[in-house]
């Protein structure tokens, strides 16, 4: 079954701590326009959990 939390949206700070990552490598890895995250007017960022771990997946096999 899924995960209700899987495609809850998380701050850069909640996102760091989900990964066990600084805040700082965190905002390195919004540095690549390929992991999707949302950015509202007031310049606050959300990732959705479940496109994090679609992201990290494809980095983890694609790193070369």
């Known amino acids: ?3 209700k ?3 809850a949206l998380m701050t850069v700070a909640k996102a760091a701590r989900y990964l066990n990552i600084s805040t700082d490598m965190m905002r390195e890895l919004l540095l690549d326009p390929e992991l999707p995250r949302i950015i509202f ?3 606050r960022i ?3 959990q479940q496109e994090l ?3 990290i997946r494809k980095r983890g ?3 070369y």
Do not use: F, L
């Open 53 to 55: 771990n679609k992201y």
């Open 61 to 63: 096999t694609e790193w």
């Open 46 to 48: 959300r990732v959705s």
């Open 1 to 3: 079954m899924k995960d």
């Open 5 to 7: 939390a899987d495609g």
């Open 41 to 43: 007017s007031d310049d």
